[in-house]
């Protein structure tokens, strides 16, 4: 059993800071890539970050320059470090991963954390 855990999330103003963690646990043999996703109210969830194995990353048009992801292998973690967040980053954020768990290779999905920016 494998199990993704989000935490990091929270109300603040523009222009601030937040950093989201994402803990992968279990019987977990190898993880490869590692995404954050977002989801806004009345909205398609999309891809905000993601992250390889040997720590390649790429970016959503809106969060670059502005989001850092990155990973710990040791802890089975990835972060998503936001900074100068606008109102417009209000979403739920959901971290996903790939993971060879025994003799089984599947994505995982977080239960989410609440991102809120405003005034």
């Known amino acids: 059993q494998v199990q993704l855990v989000e935490s990091g999330g929270a109300l603040v103003q523009p222009g601030g800071s937040l950093r989201l963690s994402c803990a992968a646990s279990g019987s977990i043999f190898t993880i490869y890539d590692m995404r954050w996703y977002r989801q806004a109210p009345g909205r398609q969830r999309e891809l905000v970050a993601a992250i390889s194995s040997s720590d390649s990353t790429r970016y959503a048009d809106s969060v670059k320059g502005r989001f850092t992801i990155s990973r710990d292998n040791a802890k089975n973690t990835v972060y998503l470090q936001m900074n100068s967040l606008k109102p417009e980053d209000t979403a739920v954020y959901y971290c996903?991963?790939?993971?060879?768990?025994?003799?089984?290779?599947?994505?995982?999905w977080g239960q989410g954390t609440q991102v809120t920016v405003s005034s």
């Open positions: 996903n991963a790939d993971i060879e768990s025994g003799s089984s290779y599947s994505g995982y």
